[in-house]
C-alpha cells in the first residue's frame, strides 16, 4: 500500500478509555476525523476496535541472554514487538546500536535509555556499563546524552559475599546521578528487585521503579505521593522461581527472598494500584524473554487486580501521554492496532490483533 492510498476505519476509534468516534481516516500516513471528500471511493474499509498502537515500556531490542546480538536479530525482535500490537517501545537499556530501526518505517517507535549501568561485577555479563559509586554521576550523563531522555541504573543485584539481593550504590551517589540526569533533561529508571534499595532511590528523586517486586506500605506510600511510576513486568518476575532453584545450593538465603518476592508480586502490584501509584506495562522481552509478549503482561496486569481498562490504559493511552507521544489525536502519524472485539471489556482480545498499522500503512499481521 502506498503512502498516497486512504483507509477508512469504521466501529469503535477509540481516543482513550471513555473517548470514542465511529470512524476516522488515514491520509498520508496520518490520521483525521475528516473525510477526504475527493478520495472516498478510493479508501479501504477497516472495522473494529481501533486503538493506538500498544506500548511496552519496559523492553530490551539489541539483547539475548549472552548480551548484544546482530541487526537481523534485532529487527526479528522489533518485528516480533510489532506483530503482538506493541508500535511503540521504551527500550529500558540495551547495549547494541539501534539507531538504524529509526529510518525503517515498518518497525516500532524506539524510545531509548542508552546503556544499563550497573556496580562491577554486579550484573548479567556483557550487558551492562559497570562502574563503582564514585563514576555514577558522570556515567548516568553520558547515557543521558545517548539516550532519549532515559537512563537506566541497576538499583540492586545479588551480593555473593553476603549471599542475598543489596543496594548497589549509596544514596549520596544516587543524589548527584539524579541531578546529573536531570541537568540533561533526562529521567532515571532503576531495576529494583529488593526491599532495601528502594527508600534511597525514593529519597533521591528516581522518576521510574521497574519490577518494584521490594515495594512495602513505606516505599509504596512514598512512590505515590512523589508519583513515580512502577512497570511491573510481570511476565518476568515468573521467572524468580526458576532463578531461586539456580542459586539454592549456593545462596539459600537469596532462593528465598526471590521465592518470597515471587509470591507476594501480585498483591504488591495490586496494593501500588490502590494507593495510586502509576503503573504501565513493561515485559523485560529481550535477555531471558521472547519480544512480542505485551498482551500477556495486560493479562497479567488483570490477574494481578487492576480493572481491565486500567491495565490496558497501562500499556496504551496512559502509558503513551507517560512517554510524551501522540495517541489517536487528529493529525497524528497513524500508528494504531485494529482488534475484532472490545478489549476494554476482555483483554484476552489483545492476544490477536485484526491489523497492525504503522506510519499509515498495513504491515500486519
Not at 493529525?331 to 498499522?357: E, F, K, M, N, Q
Request: with cysteine.
Amino acid at each position: 500500500m502506498s503512502g498516497g492510498e486512504v483507509l477508512h476505519l469504521r466501529g469503535r476509534v477509540l481516543l482513550g478509555p471513555d473517548d470514542e468516534r465511529p470512524e476516522a481516516w488515514v491520509v498520508g500516513g496520518r490520521l483525521t476525523y475528516e473525510a477526504p471528500l475527493a478520495r472516498v471511493d478510493e479508501a479501504q474499509d477497516v472495522e473494529g476496535w481501533v486503538l493506538p498502537g500498544l506500548v511496552d515500556a519496559h523492553c530490551h531490542v539489541g539483547l539475548d541472554a549472552q548480551g548484544p546480538v546482530d541487526r537481523a536479530t534485532q529487527e526479528a525482535q522489533a518485528r516480533a514487538d510489532r506483530d503482538g500490537g506493541a508500535l511503540l517501545l521504551r527500550d529500558a537499556g540495551s547495549a547494541s546500536d539501534t539507531r538504524w530501526i529509526d529510518e525503517r518505517d515498518d518497525l516500532p517507535r524506539i524510545v531509548r535509555a542508552g546503556q544499563h549501568i550497573a556496580r562491577s561485577k554486579r550484573y548479567v555479563r556483557n550487558y551492562a556499563d559497570e562502574i563503582e559509586p564514585d563514576e555514577l554521576a558522570s556515567h548516568v550523563r553520558a547515557q543521558a546524552r545517548r539516550g532519549d531522555g532515559w537512563v537506566k541504573i541497576v538499583g540492586d543485584w545479588i551480593d555473593r559475599d553476603i549471599g542475598d539481593l543489596t543496594p548497589c550504590w549509596p544514596r549520596v551517589a544516587l543524589e548527584a546521578a539524579m541531578a546529573a540526569a536531570h541537568d540533561e533533561g533526562a529521567r532515571v529508571t532503576a531495576h529494583c528487585f529488593d526491599e532495601d534499595c528502594l527508600p534511597d532511590l525514593l529519597a533521591a528523586g528516581i522518576d521510574c521503579i521497574e519490577h518494584g517486586t521490594g515495594l512495602t506500605d513505606e516505599t509504596t506510600a512514598a512512590a505515590a505521593a512523589r508519583g513515580v511510576p512502577i512497570v511491573p513486568t510481570l511476565v518476568n518476575i515468573a521467572n524468580f522461581p526458576r532463578h531461586a532453584a539456580a542459586g539454592e545450593e549456593r545462596y539459600p538465603v537469596y532462593a528465598a527472598h526471590m521465592r518470597r518476592l515471587h509470591e507476594q508480586r501480585h498483591a504488591t502490584v495490586a496494593a501500588a494500584y490502590e494507593a495510586g501509584v502509576p503503573i504501565f506495562a513493561g515485559t523485560d522481552a529481550g535477555g531471558a524473554l521472547p519480544h512480542g509478549l505485551v498482551a500477556r503482561e495486560v493479562a497479567e496486569l488483570v490477574a494481578a487486580g487492576l480493572p481491565p481498562t486500567s491495565a490496558l490504559d497501562a500499556a496504551c493511552w496512559g502509558a503513551r501521554s507517560w512517554l510524551g507521544r501522540p495517541g489517536l489525536e487528529e493529525g497524528s502519524p497513524a500508528d494504531l492496532v485494529v482488534y475484532p472485539a472490545d478489549p476494554r471489556t476482555d483483554v484476552a482480545v489483545l492476544a490477536a490483533p485484526s491489523l497492525v498499522v504503522l506510519r499509515g500503512r498495513p504491515v500486519a499481521p
